[in-house]
């Protein structure tokens, strides 16, 4: 019977994992406000992008700017007594330079001097306590100008705002919660893997764990996504949890992957995979080349001449379109990748070497 060979060859396997994400925002961001009134406006679109500082919701102002305008009058009048005691403390030590002298000559009595002298320090300390007065209305009105500010809620960073929570009308508060706005670009990928994954980590970089969060372009990580179609961005690891879950022996660890447009939202479910460990010449067979049989997998090989001699074989992980196979075949053996249903131990075939792609309408799955 004709059949198509392959070499059983040798060569140095990156052996990737793969691990279930559950995506996030990058940075999620409760809008609430920091002031007390009624709401009067929304100002964006829900589940549109918004930038840092948009104004997305109003609070109702005249409050607000009436307690403004307020302070800014008691700052006028703290100022005026400012200006009051100037001048007082002005006439106060006029009359001390002028009755100095005329003290020590005994022209009036030192009694008068020591009073105008005791009047230009108490208008001295008149003026320090109007100045106090001032900087408590200048802060006055600093305080009433931010909340006044405060009435225009913004977002304080660049992302995708949610459905807002709160209908224009309601009385809000600083413990209302108006909506959230997500950074999507990059967005986190949160995932946890085992105690010796996370050994192989550490080992396929040959770095620390602190150098494993800066080492995105020597392990880089892959994300597919619900529809099995791999995402086009690579990602890079930047957070590992600081203790494993002793429950499930596991650690937590995030990933960062660019994501332009917004493709990817915070809830969707992927699968992450990065390559752990390198098999250095490890043996690779064709899956089409695999069958099982009662639990058992084997491989049909072409032995001394050409008759076929079944081999039960060991397998390890997969490589692409391959297995590995870590017991049960040398290096160098033919298997057979085709036909293998008519085959029996010890039966006559002819070899020939396998095209690229051989054809698997006759051959069984690979084993799973």
Request: aromatic share 4%; no cysteine.
């Amino acid at each position: 019977m004709p059949v198509d060979v392959v070499t059983a060859r040798q060569s140095n396997v990156a052996v990737s994992n793969d691990w279930v994400g559950t995506l996030d925002g990058f940075v999620n961001a409760q809008i609430q406000p920091q002031v007390t009134g009624y709401l009067i406006r929304q100002n964006y679109i829900e589940g549109s992008v918004v930038h840092k500082g948009q104004v997305l919701f109003e609070i109702d102002p005249r409050p607000f700017q009436a307690v403004l305008e307020q302070a800014e009058g008691q700052l006028g009048q703290a100022r005026g007594s400012v200006g009051q005691a100037q001048a007082q403390l002005e006439l106060a030590q006029i009359n001390v330079r002028r009755d100095t002298p005329l003290a020590a000559g005994h022209a009036i009595a030192q009694s008068q001097l020591d009073t105008e002298t005791q009047q230009a320090a108490q208008a001295e300390a008149t003026v320090r306590s109007a100045q106090a007065s001032v900087a408590a209305a200048q802060a006055a009105v600093d305080t009433a100008r931010i909340n006044l500010g405060f009435t225009q809620v913004r977002s304080l960073i660049n992302g995708v705002a949610g459905q807002a929570t709160t209908q224009v009308g309601n009385l809000v508060g600083p413990q209302s919660v108006l909506t959230a706005v997500s950074q999507l670009d990059p967005i986190k990928v949160f995932f946890a893997i085992s105690d010796s994954e996370y050994l192989g980590l550490i080992k396929r970089s040959g770095r620390s764990t602190d150098d494993l969060l800066r080492a995105s372009a020597d392990l880089p990580l892959k994300l597919t996504l619900a529809n099995s179609t791999v995402f086009p961005h690579t990602g890079r690891i930047i957070f590992v949890d600081r203790q494993m879950n002793q429950q499930t022996g596991a650690i937590r660890i995030a990933a960062s992957f660019p994501n332009p447009g917004n493709v990817l939202r915070p809830g969707q479910f992927g699968r992450v995979s990065a390559e752990t460990i390198t098999l250095n010449n490890a043996l690779l067979v064709p899956q089409v080349a695999v069958t099982e049989m009662q639990g058992i997998q084997q491989v049909y090989t072409v032995g001394e001449g050409n008759k076929v001699h079944i081999a039960n074989i060991t397998l390890g992980p997969q490589h692409g379109s391959d297995w590995v196979v870590t017991a049960g075949l040398q290096p160098g053996a033919q298997v057979i990748t085709n036909n293998l249903q008519k085959l029996r131990e010890g039966a006559p075939v002819a070899p020939h070497p396998a095209p690229a792609s051989p054809p698997s309408n006759d051959t069984p799955p690979a084993a799973r």
